[in-house]
């Protein structure tokens, strides 16, 4: 059975850092892209980061949000650094098989998907 579930979330200062894993099991991560969404309370679902073959930041966390993988452990992992107010959320993992490039992909092309974790900025 296709299963992802994040972790790492959690309350942090202004500034500090969390670390995001999103361990999949029943798929293996080659030929996949995988993506983290976040949801604010009365925002839209906005794309964070994902990748594929290479990798897409939004504008608003580049420089500050790298992805990576392990394919050994199965697991995508988005190391927030540098956190702002404007970053607290839900944040889900996501997966889709495609040979696109992953922010090609619209939230709705994604079949599977985490029940997301939730991000805390707070002084």
């Known amino acids: 059975q296709v299963q992802l579930v994040e972790s790492g979330g959690g309350t942090v200062q202004p500034g500090g850092s969390l670390r995001l894993a999103c361990a999949a099991s029943?798929?293996?991560?080659?030929?996949?892209?995988i993506s983290w969404f976040r949801q604010a309370p009365g925002k839209e679902r906005e794309l964070v980061a994902c990748?594929?073959?290479?990798?897409y930041y939004a504008p608003s966390v580049k420089g500050r949000f790298p992805i990576s993988r392990d394919d050994a452990k199965n697991t995508v992992y988005l190391q927030m650094t540098h956190l702002v107010p404007e970053d607290p959320a839900v944040y889900y993992c996501?997966?889709?098989?495609?040979?696109?490039?992953?922010?090609?992909?619209?939230?709705?092309?994604?079949?599977?998907w985490g029940p997301g974790t939730q991000v805390i900025v707070s002084s």
């Open positions: 996501a997966a889709v098989q495609t040979v696109l490039v992953c922010q090609d992909k619209r939230s709705d092309d994604y079949p599977y």
């Open positions: 029943g798929f293996t991560l080659p030929g996949y892209a």
């Open positions: 990748m594929r073959a290479t990798r």
